[in-house]
């Protein structure tokens, strides 16, 4: 079995919101195929709880991630039918958070400021940033993006998280990446073992050979996206977000074009989750 770990982005990797159904149901049939032969699988997201929780239901899902990263840093694990926060790294993640912000807080009215007066954007504070933005297009906020990120340079450890038209301050401990390696460092597995795919900015951080020996992404993907998977020997299938995920998983399990061959030796040969 190539992978032990699969972590996936959600929205325009996995799921793809208009379509019918918005994950394709081949590729959760094959998900659940990897999961019964030992493959825990993670949801690596920048959605909050309370909105994947909402998409997975509408999506009707026949299986569930193993694992969640949650608003691109906290980490959940499935027990019981309900998801168990990590709270030593979650614990730390929030206090790190906290004390940076702490940091930046004189600083916002000013950054406010600045965008407001040449953009059409809306700036905002919520649970997980004193500072969010959506931009009104992609240039517009490809410029925001470059201003904020030169106001990071100058407060150590802070960083911005973005995904297409959206942007929100973090640390730069956190992040898909960085939570992804927690996950494997709890699981014992190694990025040898892991494959990640995804499709928008906030998705480089985990697809790096750093978290990852495998890399995909969708067509769909942006072009910093492409780059980055394909100049690490990575997969960029032809296909849109989930059948692209699943061609490349196709490929990755059988690149001679079986189907079920693979997956029938790795159940007789898998270590089982319980044993990770």
Known sequence: MPIQL????FDGTVFAEFEQPPVPRE???LIAQLQAA???WLINTGRDMAALMECLGRGHLVVRPDYLVLVEREIYRREDGRYVAVEDWNQRCRQDHEKLFQCVRRDLPALQHWINQRFDATVYEDLYSPLCMIAANSQDADTIVDYLDAYARSVPGLSIVRNDVYARFSHSAYSKGTALGEIQRLLDLSPESTLAAGDHYNDLPMLSALYARHLLAPANAIEPVRDAVLSQGGFVSQ???GQGVLDGLRR????SGGRTPTLA????????????
């Open 6 to 9: 699969l972590s996936t982005d």
């Open 27 to 29: 590729l959760q049939d």
């Open 38 to 40: 030992g493959v825990i």
């Open 239 to 241: 296909a849109l977000c």
């Open 252 to 255: 990755l399990l059988d690149p």
């Open 265 to 276: 030796g790795a159940r007789r040969n898998s270590r089982g989750p319980s044993s990770k």
